[in-house]
């Protein structure tokens, strides 16, 4: 185990916060009016304000040894889409950041899980080549492949890798072949063991000329390392009759000159999101696609209508997370709510403790593209 840390100011975040606050809303600290009504004390003892300050530090000090320390990785990601991950520690009275890394670096038992992502080729048919043999038999590849994605999750321990997410197993199709594609999936943020993951697939195909945008979402258990069903049947029933009848309401009254059957509505994404002073929150966002004729063209373009619904209720497996540990306030406290990212408290034994940092710290974890 580390050395204790001894963290030189006393309450410096929630200070700092509030003097950011105080400057920010244009309030102005009073000052004394003259020097001479303020007097000095006499001979080498100490002013009661002085004595006062120093008592309440003295006391601030007492009960943040008497608080246990805990330790967490959090992780953020940034205006440009780039994902960095910080190790903390501390307790309601205290914190600190002690170390920082690129990437997503999320402890799951005695495994630290590393997010990587790289491009893959997919194939797709050359369409011309295709329509010159009057789209019948087997498409001929196009010399430019579509782009796809690998997700995978590497520890950092001992470099084991698991599967996330994969477009590897696309083929040509005969029917109604791929011209052009396009996947990505981005992680959105994470609850616990559980990270949330948006996929977007964009394209055309060969015969039907239009352009697609498919959204989807998944939920990976980094502990069962396996993507998990969040809603149990209840769950799903009740999503049904409240946050997705709102949905549809709103996707009527929007829609209802378009001739749109708001009963097509699909549940396209979960998102969490952390707000320092009330804990975890759920949106659901619901969609409904629809075709729009191009002008001149005989192509089609898919747009969707969407909206998002405030969860009535915390699913159950979500629900031990409701609330944010105290080192993860304190790093959050006057900040935003958190949309995009999350955190990971850190327990179990020293041992198992140092082994996570020596990890977190060691060596960036190689990248299945750059193996020889």
Avoid at 132 to 147: A, F, I, K, V
């Amino acid at each position: 185990m580390w050395p204790k840390q001894r963290f030189s100011a006393v309450l410096l975040v929630p200070i700092l916060v509030l003097a950011q606050y105080c400057v920010s809303c244009g309030l102005k600290v009073a000052e004394p009016e003259a020097s001479s009504q303020i007097r000095q004390p006499r001979g080498p003892g100490k002013s009661e304000a002085r004595k006062l300050a120093e008592a309440f530090s003295v006391a601030a000090a007492r009960d943040a040894e008497s608080v246990p320390l805990q330790d967490a990785v959090i992780w953020i990601t940034d205006d440009t889409g780039a994902h960095v991950s910080y190790w903390l520690r501390g307790n309601a009275i205290e914190m600190a950041f002690l170390a920082k890394v690129d990437g997503i670096a999320v402890p799951s038992g005695d495994r630290l899980w590393v997010w990587q992502e790289r491009e893959t080729d997919v194939p797709v048919c050359d369409c011309t080549a295709w329509d010159l043999l009057d789209n019948q038999g087997p498409c001929p590849e196009s010399e430019t492949p579509g782009r796809g994605v690998r997700v995978h999750l590497v520890d950092a321990l001992s470099d084991d890798t698991v599967d996330v997410f994969s477009t590897s197993d696309l083929t040509l199709g005969t029917e109604d072949p791929l011209g052009e594609y396009r996947a990505t999936a981005i992680p959105i943020a994470s609850v616990g063991p559980f990270v949330f993951v948006r996929t977007v697939e964009t394209g055309t195909m060969c015969q039907d000329a239009r352009n697609f945008r498919d959204v989807g979402f998944f939920i990976f258990d980094l502990d069962s390392q396996a993507q998990v069903d969040l809603l149990t049947p209840a769950e799903k029933e009740e999503l049904l009759n409240n946050e997705q009848h709102i949905a549809r309401q709103a996707i009527s009254d929007r829609q209802m000159m378009q001739g749109l059957d708001a009963s097509e509505l699909s549940l396209i994404a979960i998102e969490p999101e952390y707000q320092p002073d009330y804990g975890l929150s759920l949106h659901y966002r619901f969609a409904i696609e629809q075709h729009l004729e191009g002008s001149g063209t005989t192509s089609q373009a898919t747009y969707a209508s969407s909206v998002l619904v405030p969860a009535k209720t915390l699913p159950t497996i979500l629900r031990p997370f409701a609330m944010p540990p105290a080192v993860v306030s304190m790093a959050t406290l006057g900040a935003p709510a958190v949309q995009r990212g999350g955190y990971r408290l850190i327990t179990g034994t020293p041992n198992k403790i140092d082994q996570l940092w020596s990890a977190f710290t060691g060596p960036p974890v190689r990248s299945e593209a750059e193996e020889p």
